[in-house]
Every structure is written in structure tokens, then in C-alpha cells.
């Protein structure tokens, strides 16, 4: 089975300071990985994706993601982070060989920028 | 980018009242929609996958006699809460993907369900 797991609730992290935001995954095949940002009262903004290649993927905003196959990890990094980066995060997976359309979310990590 | 309206934003209206929500996809065309509710504390709820032209594809505990679930053209999904009860107050978001399964959920930006 499918799944995503995002293990902190929150993340505080002081403007300036590098961010990371974690997440693995468990599928049967390989995957597609995506990292999906929410402010308040809006929907998901898609962020970046890992689908082959390069293990580091950048995307938008400055973020970047690892994609770990041995550690079952894709976990999101920014080298400093802005007070503006202060959101909800998803993790989401999707499985190469599924045929059908489901993505697997992570239940989101809410992360403080302090100034 | 792809680009996904969901209309309306916010709705407020009285117990008893069908609402309907729709999720247009403006610049590609969306074999597969989804459906999500969304809680105060956070976490997504998949509540069906719809592709165009089929019936939706509810996840368990959802009543599909609820939430209807139209997909009738590759640019547009409605879901209707039908006779909403307080309980069914919720952010509710669509999102929409096209036909390759290495594309992104496109997200619109929610519609807030308020029932009185």
C-alpha cells in the first residue's frame, strides 16, 4: 500500500536559518514524489516534483527537495528561510506503475518563520 | 502554469440548502478530478476521484447521495452537497490533473462551507 508520512506537525525555524521539512514514503514500485504548499484559506500550490533524474530537485521559491531511495525519503530544504515561507506543507507520492490517479498526501507540517 | 478556479470562495446559507461548488480547469484539460474536504486541523480527505465522463469514485465513508459529483466535460467538475447540515461546514477543496501520471494535482483555492 501507498503512503505518506510527514512525522512533525510543526516546524519553528528563525528567518535566515536553513529549513527542512520531512517526509517519507512507502511504495511497492518507484515513485512520484511532489511537495505542495498551502497559505491560509487557499488550496495547495504546487512547489516541485521528483520523477527521475537528479536526486535534488528545485523548484519554486528558493525550495528544494532530496529524493532518497535507501531512506524512503524526499525531505524539502530551503538554505534560509524567509517569514514569508510561513505555511502548511504537503508531501505527496504517487506510484509509477498505478494505473489509476490517486496521490497519497502527507498530513501536513505547519511551519514558523520567526523573525 | 495550469491554473484551476473553484467558485464560489466562501458560502454562507442555512441548514437544509443544497450547495453547489464548481472546479474549472482553464488552461488543460482534466482527465481526473479530485475532491477534497478539509479539517481545522489540517489533514486533506480524499472524498472521490471523478474522470470525465464517469461516475465519481467515492472513498469509504463518504455518502455519494451527499456529495454529488458531476464531471461532464474535461474542463469542469461540480460537487453539490445536497440538504447540508451544520456538520457539513468545511474547507473544501478540488484539484485536477491531466493525462499523464507524472503530472502534479493542480489545486483551486478552496471554497469555505459555513452552515447555519
Known amino acids: 500500500a501507498q503512503s505518506v508520512a510527514q512525522p512533525e506537525d510543526q516546524v519553528n525555524v528563525a528567518e535566515g536559518n536553513p529549513l527542512t521539512v520531512k517526509c517519507t514514503y512507502s511504495v511497492s514500485g518507484n515513485p512520484y514524489l511532489f511537495w505542495y504548499v498551502q497559505y491560509p484559506n487557499r488550496g495547495l500550490q504546487f512547489l516541485l516534483k521528483?520523477?527521475?533524474?537528479?536526486?535534488l530537485v528545485k523548484g519554486s521559491y528558493g525550495f528544494e527537495a532530496e529524493f532518497n531511495k535507501s531512506q524512503t525519503s524526499f525531505h524539502l530544504k530551503k538554505p534560509s528561510a524567509l517569514v514569508s515561507d510561513s505555511a502548511l506543507y504537503f508531501c505527496?507520492?504517487?506510484?509509477?506503475?498505478?494505473?489509476?490517479?490517486?496521490?497519497?498526501f502527507g498530513t501536513g507540517t505547519s511551519l514558523t518563520v520567526i523573525p | 502554469g495550469a491554473v484551476v478556479s473553484q467558485h464560489p470562495s466562501r458560502v454562507i446559507c442555512k441548514s437544509g440548502t443544497s450547495v453547489k461548488i464548481e472546479c474549472r480547469s482553464l488552461?488543460?484539460?482534466?482527465?481526473?478530478m479530485f475532491w477534497y474536504r478539509q479539517f481545522p486541523k489540517k489533514s486533506l480527505m480524499l472524498m472521490a476521484t471523478s474522470n470525465e465522463g464517469s461516475k465519481a469514485t467515492y472513498e469509504q465513508g463518504v455518502e455519494k447521495d451527499k456529495f454529488l459529483i458531476n464531471h461532464a466535460s474535461l474542463t469542469l467538475s461540480t460537487l453539490t452537497v445536497t440538504s447540508a447540515h451544520p456538520e457539513d461546514s468545511s474547507f473544501y477543496i478540488c484539484s485536477a490533473t491531466g493525462g499523464y501520471s507524472n503530472q502534479p494535482q493542480h489545486f483551486g483555492d478552496g471554497t469555505r462551507l459555513s452552515i447555519l
Open positions: 505527496a507520492v504517487r506510484e509509477i506503475a498505478n494505473t489509476g490517479n490517486q496521490f497519497y
Open positions: 488552461d488543460f484539460q482534466a482527465t481526473t
Open positions: 521528483y520523477i527521475t533524474g537528479d536526486n
